[in-house]
C-alpha cells in the first residue's frame, strides 16, 4: 500500500521546491537591473501577487477537492481540453528545464573546488566533465524516485533542513554587519540609467523564478494523506520564502555597495559571505548550494513526473505514461522526463548554454499554467456568486497578466516555439485511443491555427536574437 504525505513533508517539498539556485545567486541578479528603491516595490508587488496566488490555490484545493494534480486539472476543468494540455505541457517543459539549470549549477558549484585558471574541469556546469556527472546524479536521482514518492520525499525534507543551514547563518551575520548608509547609497538607481518602473519591471522574472514551485504541493495532492494539508502547506512555504528572499536581498545591499554587488561573481551570496566571515564564506555557500540545489532537483523530478502521469489519466498525454510501478511511482512518466533531459544535456554541452539561459526558459513556460490558475478560481468565484472569492481570483489573474507583459514579447515568441510541438502530441494521444476522437470546438481550432502562424514571428525572432 502507497504510504501518504502529511503536512511536513508537504511543506518540505514545496519550500524545497523553491528554495533551489535562486536564492544564492538573488544579491547580485537583483543589484544588476534594480536600485533599493525599485527592489522594495518589486517585492511587493512580488509578496502581494505570489500570496494571491498562494491563496488562489489554497483555496481551490477547498472548494474543488475533486481536481487532483491543480495545475493541469484546473486549467482543464475551466477551459476545455486543450488550454488543459496546454497549461501541463508547458509545466512540464518548465519542470524539465527547471532540473536540467539545477543539474548545470551544481556542477558549476563544484567549479569552486576543482577549477583553477590553467584547469578548467567543471567550468559553467556544460564541459564534458560536468554533463558526465550531471548523468550520473540524474539516473541515481531516477532510481530513487522509481523506489516511491514517500521515500524520496523524507529525504528531501532532510536535505531541506540541512540547506537552510547556511542561508540562516548568512541572515544572521547580515543583520550583524548591516549599514543602513551602505544600502541608502543610489537608492532610486540615477547610475543604473533606468526609470524607477523599468527597474520594478525587470525585477519580474527573477522573482517569478524564485519561487516556482509555489504549486508543487498540489501537484502531488492525490498523494496527500489529508486534503487540507495541501493548501496550507502551500501557504506556510510561501511565507517562509518570502522572507528568507527579502531578508537575503535586503541585508545584501546593506553590507556591500549596489554596484559592487552588481559585478560579483555567481553565486554572489558567497562573494558577501566572504566578506562577512574571510575564505570560509565561499565554502560554505557553495556547499550549500549545491545541497540546496540537489534537494530542489528531487522536487522537482517528482512534479516533472508526476504531471504528465495526471494529463495521460485523462488522455491529453498518451495512455503510456499514466502507468505505475509496485511502488506507486510514475515511472513511464519519470522516464520520459529523465530522457528528455538526458538529450538536453547533451545540447547542453554542445551549444555552451548556461544556468541564465535555462532560468528565462523555464520561468516563461510557467506563466501560461500560472495564469490559467488564478483564471479559473475566477470563474469558479463568479459561477458561486462570492465576492471575496472574485477580489482574491482577481488579484491573482492580474498578477499572472502582469508577469506575461513584463516577460516582454522575445520571451513570449520564444514560449510559443516549445507549446508547437506539444500540440502534436495532444492531436496524438486524442486520435490513438478510440474514447477519444472528438472533433475540435471553433475555440481549440483558432488557439492552434494561432499557435501555428505564431511559429513564424516566433523562428524570424529567435533567429534575430
Not at 176 to 200: A, H, N, R, S, Y
Not at 328 to 357: C, D, E, H, K, V
Amino acid at each position: 500500500m502507497e504510504k501518504k504525505l502529511g503536512l511536513t513533508t508537504l511543506t518540505a517539498l514545496v519550500l524545497s521546491s523553491m528554495l533551489g539556485a535562486g536564492i544564492f545567486s538573488l544579491p547580485q541578479n537583483m543589484a544588476e537591473v534594480a536600485s533599493p528603491a525599485a527592489l522594495l516595490i518589486g517585492w511587493a508587488i512580488t509578496g502581494t501577487g505570489i500570496l494571491f496566488l498562494a491563496f488562489a490555490l489554497l483555496t481551490l484545493t477547498r472548494i474543488r477537492p475533486d481536481l487532483e494534480g491543480g495545475i493541469f486539472t484546473y486549467a482543464k476543468e475551466g477551459f476545455g481540453e486543450l488550454i488543459g494540455f496546454c497549461s501541463a505541457w508547458g509545466y512540464w517543459v518548465c519542470a524539465v528545464v527547471a532540473n536540467l539549470s539545477y543539474l548545470v549549477i551544481v556542477f558549476a558549484a563544484l567549479s569552486f573546488f576543482t577549477d583553477s585558471p590553467g584547469n578548467v574541469i567543471f567550468g559553467e556546469g556544460n564541459t564534458w566533465q560536468a554533463m558526465v556527472g550531471a548523468s550520473i546524479l540524474l539516473w541515481t536521482v531516477h532510481s530513487l524516485i522509481l523506489r516511491g514518492v514517500q521515500t524520496a520525499a523524507l529525504i528531501n525534507l532532510i536535505a531541506t533542513l540541512a540547506k537552510l543551514l547556511p542561508i540562516v547563518l548568512f541572515i544572521i551575520l547580515a543583520l550583524l554587519i548591516f549599514k543602513i548608509d551602505t544600502f541608502k547609497l543610489d537608492f532610486t538607481g540615477v547610475e543604473l540609467g533606468t526609470p524607477l518602473w523599468q527597474q520594478v519591471k525587470s525585477t519580474m522574472l527573477i522573482t517569478l523564478w524564485v519561487f516556482i514551485g509555489i504549486e508543487g504541493a498540489v501537484v502531488v495532492s492525490s498523494r496527500a494523506r489529508n486534503k487540507s494539508d495541501v493548501g496550507r502547506a502551500t501557504v506556510l512555504a510561501v511565507l517562509m520564502a518570502l522572507v528568507v528572499y527579502l531578508l537575503i536581498t535586503l541585508l545584501a545591499l546593506g553590507v556591500v555597495p549596489r554596484t559592487e554587488l552588481a559585478e560579483m561573481r555567481n553565486p554572489s551570496m558567497s562573494g558577501v559571505m566572504v566578506m562577512m566571515m574571510g575564505p570560509w564564506g565561499e565554502i560554505v555557500i557553495a556547499a550549500g548550494l549545491i545541497i540546496s540545489v540537489s534537494a530542489a532537483y528531487l522536487s522537482w523530478t517528482i512534479m516533472a513526473a508526476e504531471v504528465p502521469f495526471l494529463a495521460a489519466q485523462h488522455g491529453a498525454f498518451p495512455r503510456i505514461f499514466s502507468y505505475q510501478n509496485a511502488k506507486g511511482a510514475s515511472s513511464s512518466s519519470l522516464w520520459l522526463t529523465n530522457g528528455t533531459i538526458q538529450i538536453s544535456l547533451l545540447l547542453i554541452w554542445l551549444t555552451g548554454s548556461n544556468y541564465n539561459t535555462l532560468l528565462i526558459i523555464a520561468s516563461e513556460m510557467i506563466l501560461i499554467p500560472y495564469f490559467l490558475v488564478g483564471a479559473f478560481l475566477l470563474k469558479e468565484a463568479i459561477k458561486r456568486r462570492n465576492s471575496r472569492l472574485c477580489f482574491a481570483a482577481a488579484g491573482a489573474s492580474i498578477y499572472g497578466l502582469w508577469l506575461i507583459y513584463a516577460s516582454g514579447l522575445d520571451n513570449l515568441f520564444m514560449s510559443v516555439m516549445l507549446y508547437v510541438p506539444g500540440i502534436l502530441v495532444f492531436l496524438y494521444a486524442r486520435y490513438s485511443t478510440v474514447d477519444k476522437k472528438k472533433t475540435f470546438n471553433i475555440a481549440e481550432r483558432a488557439v492552434i491555427l494561432s499557435l501555428f502562424i505564431l511559429m513564424v514571428p516566433a523562428v524570424w525572432m529567435t533567429v534575430k536574437i
